[in-house]
């Protein structure tokens, strides 16, 4: 596939070590292997990297057959990139002239050992470095809470949450100074930063509300004091969400015998929310008169050509940024503000034209749409 054709989306994904991120990746990868998706999906998903794919697929295998649970990696920093490629219609004219005929996800999984612990000497100070700077053009950032150790403090919650927050915020200080070149704030940066419920299945009472609920009465100035030092490392801070958005996570429904890997929560809203939430909320915040120059740049990376494709039309942008938010027809604030009947009216409209960029788009953001009905996913207002 030529890249140039490919829309490229980055996801953060950061946790504690234990908190299920291996184990999480390969049942994405690996549902997506199944015959069954992949009979029913109008697009396949493909590890760029042949390798990666087939030891994540072997993870996901693992569990399914023999309950055995992927090895936990540590102090290893690692990038996936998926190729999301539709099946039918990529050669047709109607494909070539969308701006883009498929979707990669690029998924960063940063060491929770990083956060945890006192790196070992100067080359694994580089490394972790480096490692944090391969993830800066990610949209969305992903932290997870771990639910058993939130059920190992079970009443005192405040105890394992303030932990992890006073981890993550002190990891980040101690990064900054060698992120930020003369001091200087990041344009590119994540800006939208989802608290995640790992292992969600363990506390099956609990909903995306009350997860909510729980991190605001036990540990809400510990998750606004890491909100201070993630928008002290950005510019124009105001386009900065962290611990606004929530999902619920459970990669299977883990028994003594058993590993139910069809019973996965969560999992299938990630490309979802790679794709489409970074593009609702972006538009919104490059609307407002504060932000402007590189930033709106920023924002509005690839949002001209992804509402192009989700309204399904030929429409030129225009280059000034002040002017970037009027496409001929539809405009972005329209393409990134749809929902609800309008999207399905959208999907079924794609469907019928056999336009399965515009259905896949459409799907995505009717799957966010019913994560929130589910109680699975819980998007900020603002």
């Not at 494909?95 to 929770?112: C, E, I």
């Not at 944090?132 to 053009?137: A, I, K």
């Not at 009472?205 to 004091?225: G, M, Q, S, T, Y």
């Not at 996570?249 to 970074?278: H, N, Q």
Request: proline content about 3%.
């Amino acid at each position: 596939m030529d890249v140039s054709r490919a829309l490229e989306q980055h996801i953060a994904v950061f946790g504690e070590g234990g908190s299920g991120k291996t184990v999480l990746l390969s049942s994405f990868y690996g549902a997506t292997q199944e015959p069954q998706y992949r009979k029913q999906s109008l697009f396949h998903v493909v590890a760029d990297n042949i390798g990666q794919g087939a030891r994540l697929h072997r993870n996901y295998l693992g569990m399914k057959n023999s309950a055995q649970v992927p090895v936990t990696t540590r102090f290893t920093g690692t990038s996936y990139s998926f190729s999301i490629k539709l099946k039918d219609g990529s050669g047709t004219k109607a494909m070539k002239d969308k701006p883009f005929d498929a979707l990669r996800l690029v998924w960063h999984d940063y060491p929770g050992e990083w956060f945890e612990q006192d790196v070992n000497g100067p080359e694994e100070a580089q490394r972790r470095v480096d490692t944090f700077r391969t993830l800066l053009s990610s949209d969305v950032a992903l932290l997870l809470v771990d639910a058993q150790r939130l059920l190992d403090n079970a009443g005192q919650e405040e105890r394992y949450l303030k932990s992890l927050f006073a981890n993550f915020l002190n990891g980040l200080l101690s990064l900054k100074d060698d992120l930020l070149e003369d001091g200087q704030p990041l344009v590119e940066f994540p800006r939208i930063w989802v608290l995640g419920l790992s292992k969600s299945d363990l506390l099956p009472d609990l909903d995306v509300f009350a997860f909510r609920d729980l991190l605001i009465e036990k540990a809400a100035d510990d998750l606004d004091a890491l909100r201070q030092v993630l928008a002290g490392l950005v510019e124009a801070d105001d386009a900065l969400s962290v611990g606004e958005d929530f999902v619920l996570l459970s990669s299977a429904k883990f028994g003594a015998e058993r590993i139910e890997v069809t019973e996965r929560i969560g999992v299938d809203m990630i490309l979802p929310l790679a794709a489409m939430l970074p593009f609702e909320r972006h538009v919104k915040w490059a609307q407002t008169e504060e932000l402007q120059g590189k930033v709106v740049e920023m924002l509005l990376r690839g949002a001209g050509p992804l509402a192009t494709a989700l309204v399904g039309t030929k429409s030129k942008f225009l280059g000034v940024v002040g002017q970037m938010l009027n496409i001929v027809g539809p405009s972005l604030a329209e393409a990134a503000g749809l929902n609800g009947d309008k999207l399905e009216e959208y999907n079924s409209d794609a469907l019928a034209k056999k336009d399965y960029l515009r259905a896949t788009l459409s799907r995505f953001g009717m799957d966010l749409d019913k994560g929130e009905e589910d109680r699975v996913l819980l998007r900020s207002l603002r």
